[in-house]
């Protein structure tokens, strides 16, 4: 017995000689092995039968000895393979992730939060330039409707300040409408033609600026550039032909039975509508730089829309332009009717004109766009 125990005690004092230690888990960084080495099975096998002796001998003399729990060295080692490699798949994270952070998404981040600043700053910048620019042109435009208005004022009612000497405010204003018609009327004998065009230009002007208005656009915040088009259609074109038509509709029904003023009306609200429209929407098609195909696109859509249209208004208008109206104030009198119809024509070629470039913008970015998102 001594002898045993004497074996037993020389076999587990040369254990940390090998440098096992039982109750101490292992921790190496090694990759998983497939077969264990040869010298670590034949020490396993050692350990075992140590194990099984002391555990015969303590059974035997009552001895209280701890028995060393015998494992397959190869689940041991596989286990311990297992927790390796799971140690090292998260070092193999931690370095990637601690890579990405150190070098290049160091590089990354400072890239994006760079470019994010930059882009937030810029669009604020440009924000507050758009919104500055806005204000400019509210204010510009103040500055035009207000010199217009006090300019038209100012000369409607100083039309008789050569004679104000002595005279009191109610008889500035009582006098001032009849001596501006006379003023018309002799406008209308020296040069018909220009007084004719200026009033069109700027019936036409308001037309359009009532027209925005009636859009959704603030009083002061109207396009500058459409309503100029407008007017100068309304100031080269329309005050000039229109003088000319009412003569030539004159000469064309020189009658005075009961018949020609619905002829007159019909001729004018088929053939007159139709090309007067027509040049209407050319001209300002090429005041906006638009392609011939495009204005011609255009007119093909609004012709009968803006013929029946007119139907609905003119017919009426017109039983007192051909039947009351002398031939010389028709124009004006047409023209307090054109800001009506100036207002629709606007909106409606406004619009036409809208919906087309927002289609061309849209065809545009869907031919940018690639076929399939994957190809990026």
């Not at 758009?130 to 103040?142: F, G, H, S, V, Y």
């Not at 700027?202 to 359009?208: A, E, I, R, T």
């Not at 906006?288 to 017919?315: D, H």
Request: overall charge negative.
């Amino acid at each position: 017995m001594a002898s045993v125990h004497a074996i037993a005690a020389q076999g587990l004092l040369r254990l940390p000689e090998l440098g096992l230690r039982p109750f101490q888990k292992a921790s190496f960084h090694c990759c998983r092995l497939s077969q264990p080495p040869p010298h670590l099975t034949r020490i396993g096998r050692r350990v075992g039968d140590l194990t099984a002796v002391a555990a015969a001998n303590s059974a035997t003399d009552g001895l209280d000895a701890v028995p060393l729990q015998r494992g397959d060295a190869t689940d041991q080692q596989g286990g311990v393979s297992a927790s390796l490699e799971r140690e090292e798949e998260g070092a193999e994270l931690v370095s990637q992730v601690g890579g990405f952070a150190t070098s290049e998404g160091q590089f990354s981040f400072d890239g994006f939060s760079s470019s994010g600043s930059t882009s937030t700053s810029s669009s604020a910048e440009g924000l507050r330039d758009a919104e500055m620019e806005r204000e400019a042109d509210r204010i510009l435009n103040a500055m035009i409707v207000l010199a217009a208005g006090s300019f038209a004022i100012t000369k409607l009612l100083t039309i008789d300040h050569d004679y104000w000497q002595g005279w009191t405010l109610y008889e500035i204003l009582r006098y001032a409408p009849q001596h501006n018609w006379a003023a018309y009327e002799e406008a209308l004998k020296s040069n018909p033609v220009l007084a004719k065009m200026i009033i069109s230009g700027v019936v036409y002007s308001l037309g359009d600026w009532i027209a925005q208005c009636y859009e959704g656009k603030p009083l002061f915040e109207f396009d500058r550039a459409r309503m100029f088009r407008s007017g100068l259609v309304g100031f080269t074109l329309h005050g000039s032909l229109s003088h000319f038509y009412y003569q030539f509709c004159e000469e064309l029904f020189p009658f005075q039975d009961w018949w020609v003023v619905p002829a007159k009306v019909l001729f004018d609200q088929t053939l007159w509508s139709a090309v007067w429209n027509s040049i209407y929407y050319t001209i300002l098609g090429f005041l906006r730089f638009e392609s011939p195909v495009s204005i011609f696109k255009e007119l093909a859509a609004t012709f009968w829309p803006m013929l029946t249209a007119g139907w609905k208004l003119w017919p009426f208008a017109h039983l007192i332009t051909y039947g009351v109206i002398p031939v010389e104030q028709r124009l004006l009198w047409v023209d307090c009717i054109e800001l009506i119809w100036v207002t629709i024509l606007s909106t409606y070629s406004n619009e036409k004109s809208e919906t087309r470039t927002s289609e061309v913008a849209a065809d545009a970015n869907s031919r940018t766009l690639p076929a399939n998102p994957r190809e990026e």
